[in-house]
């Protein structure tokens, strides 16, 4: 039965302030922004978020605009403060004071030197949800360590897992680790946010990226560590061992395709045309066809060169048997399923006169797309009307910026 539209996002009037810079932080406060939230993004004056001046085009990065920083920071209010600076300090704090949830993602012990740790933020909100997120946590010996999600995803083991045996390791094309901890801090902001509700107490998550990387190794780990399977990169082979799985080079481009039943592949077999290999003595079960997995292949390939990618997608999942066309980005984009799921928005840039592609979450509740309903800010955008909505006065906010410190 389905539900009536949303009448009101979920996380309206929740109040998030983000200390964050790069992905994995600010994607946790985008996510929350897109479902009603109002963000409020602390930056460094003059500079900003580093990811401002990441992207292709030129006229976006002058703009600080750039074109990542784009991909998880609409809808959000940009506040450039100098929190080297005492007076800087004063004035986070008077913001978290106001807020639900703050976001911060410094390397451990640097939020305290500046002053908004989770102690100082507590001691002027005692309901704060305070998320921090950092490389290795805020424990153990790696802990004081920087980190980017490629250097992650080296510690993590998913490197060494990740290509063929010629070519690990190698690394995931998306930075997967950062939004997975993005992902893992939403889920335990809303969590701690309702854990808040119900005690009335300030909560303190602590959100390592290597924790969410080696809990997205789970089922390769606990192969190793529970069955003995040694861990070591398979290449394009599906996950499961299924003999006749994994990609395959069609008339056109590859094409993945995995059979792991024995519904499956006998669906695999009629619609190649050869449903005799069902009964030929080294295929006919899922044992033997495991030793004779390369003469199967071989019998795949041959049949699947025959036709488009495309083609051989649609009569597989028409026969139940999952199958994807390898896309490029560009086809990917001009997927009709991708726009009939609705997954960006076309929305104006600030001061540039042009839209922008930007993304939704990966979900719809109640049958809306969560997304963006206007841009991301230009650096400092909301300084004005923040610091005055904090009583300081005209006058006040001109000595502040003359200052430097925004």
């Known amino acids: 039965m389905s539900r009536p539209p949303l009448a009101r996002l979920p996380l309206e009037g929740v109040r998030v302030l983000e200390c964050a810079s790069v992905i994995a932080g600010p994607y946790s406060a985008y996510l929350l922004t897109l479902l009603g939230a109002e963000t409020i993004k602390i930056e ?13 085009d030129a006229a976006l990065v002058a703009a600080g605009l750039g074109s990542t920083f784009l991909s998880c920071n609409a809808a959000k209010r940009s506040v450039a403060l100098n929190l080297k600076d005492p007076r800087g300090q004063k004035i986070a704090r008077e913001i978290a004071a106001g807020v639900d949830v703050m976001i911060e993602n410094w390397r451990p012990g640097t939020a305290e030197r500046l002053g908004v740790g989770f102690d100082a933020i507590r001691s002027v909100n005692p309901r704060i949800v305070y998320c921090s997120i950092s490389g290795f946590g805020q424990n153990g010996p790696m802990s004081p360590r920087p980190a980017y999600d490629h250097i ?57 990226m290597l924790d969410c ?3 997205a190794m789970g089922s390769i780990l606990s192969a190793h560590v529970n069955g003995g399977v040694p861990a070591a990169p398979i290449g394009n082979a599906a996950a499961s061992g299924a003999p006749g799985s994994g990609l395959f080079q069609t008339a056109t481009s590859p094409l993945t395709v995995v059979a792991n039943t024995e519904a499956q592949f006998a669906a695999l077999c009629g619609v190649l045309g050869r449903p005799e290999l069902m009964h030929d003595p080294r295929f006919c079960e899922p044992a033997v066809r495991k030793q ?10 041959a049949c699947l060169a025959g036709r488009p990618a495309i083609d051989w997608e649609g009569r597989l999942a028409a026969a139940g048997v999952p199958a994807g066309a390898v896309r490029s980005v560009p086809e990917l984009i001009d997927e009709a399923h991708v726009a009939a799921r609705d997954l960006s928005r076309q929305l104006a840039l600030p001061e540039q006169g042009r ?20 841009g991301p800010p230009l650096l400092a955008a909301d300084n004005e009307s923040v610091l005055a909505a904090l009583g300081y006065d005209a006058a006040q906010r001109r000595a502040l910026r003359e200052a430097g410190v925004w």
């Open 213 to 215: 990387a080696v809990a």
């Open 355 to 374: 839209d922008a592609a930007l993304p939704a979450a990966g979900f719809k509740l109640n049958g809306r797309r969560i997304a963006p309903e206007r």
């Open 44 to 56: 460094r004056p003059g500079q900003g978020d580093w990811m401002r001046s990441q992207g292709g």
């Open 292 to 301: 004779n997995q390369d003469a199967l292949r071989a019998i795949i390939a």
């Open 152 to 208: 992650i995803q080296a510690v993590s083991g998913i490197m060494s897992v990740t290509g063929t045996p010629e070519t690990a390791p190698s690394r995931t094309g998306p930075p997967l680790v950062d939004y997975l901890t993005g992902l893992s801090a939403t889920v335990a902001i809303l969590a701690a946010l309702r854990e808040r509700d119900r005690t009335g107490e300030a909560q303190s998550i602590d959100v390592g």
